[in-house]
């Protein structure tokens, strides 16, 4: 069965440092999405991404946060200075239509 | 903004009870309604997705109900077993171009054997 793919599974970083996240979203997938959930706090909505361009963004995603399709499979996440307070799991979903959004197994990024 | 609550926080059963877990949200516009199994340490599985001019979806064990007009939504689990318990995640789909979730707290869900 298709799945979502997610590379790093775990990343430490030190504040200030760039990161990217990687994620393989479902083949035939349109929609893409990245939400993210600090430890014991509910999962957060932080962007959504259609025909190679961002739908809707949360407050959350500010300057700091960009997000890529640079080939048709990969979609990527950049933090360009971390912070302590992106200390997160941050998942990654990818849907067709009208269907449920289905989610990768999470890349936990540890900023020190 | 839409607000999702779970209730109850955490619940332990012992095996083989049938157990209702609640959802309520506070912005009936929405999208479609989508419940989700989190083992700690993973990511989220899909259980039941209810698009929003449904009443209830089934898999297995599993029944899920939406009664949008008042803003609520229940997963009803048959027969419990040791292999459930995990944490259950209820999110809103926004009625929007980008469709995003919103979740709940989730319930810690036990079975004991």
């Known amino acids: 069965e298709p799945e979502v793919t997610q590379t790093p599974s775990h990343q430490v970083t030190q504040m200030g440092q760039e990161v990217i996240l990687r994620c393989v979203p479902i083949?035939?997938?349109?929609?893409f999405y990245w939400y993210r959930q600090i430890l014991g706090q509910k999962v957060e909505f932080l962007v959504s991404f259609y025909n190679n361009e961002i739908s809707e963004k949360s407050e959350i995603f500010d300057d700091q946060f960009s997000v890529e399709r640079p080939d048709g499979s990969n979609f990527t996440l950049k933090i360009r200075s971390t912070k302590l307070e992106d200390s997160a799991m941050y998942f990654c979903?990818?849907?067709?239509?009208?269907?449920?959004?289905?989610f990768g197994p999470g890349t936990r990024l540890t900023v020190t | 903004k839409q607000e999702v609550t779970q209730i109850p926080a955490a619940l332990s059963v012992p095996e083989g009870e049938n157990l209702v877990l609640n959802c309520s949200f506070t912005d009936s516009a929405i999208y479609n309604l989508q419940w989700f199994r989190q083992d700690p340490g993973k990511g989220l599985t899909s259980l039941l997705l209810?698009?929003?001019?449904?009443r209830e979806q089934t898999s297995g064990r599993l029944n899920a109900s939406l009664d949008k007009s008042s803003g609520r939504s229940t997963l009803y689990i048959a027969a419990s077993q040791p292999g459930d318990s995990a944490t259950y995640l209820c999110?809103?789909?926004?009625?929007?171009?980008?469709?995003?979730?919103?979740f709940g707290g989730g319930t810690r869900l036990m079975v004991k054997p």
């Open positions: 083949s035939n997938h349109l929609y």
């Open positions: 999110a809103v789909g926004a009625n929007n171009a980008g469709n995003m979730l919103t």
């Open positions: 979903a990818s849907k067709r239509q009208i269907y449920e959004q289905y």
């Open positions: 209810i698009q929003s001019s449904q």
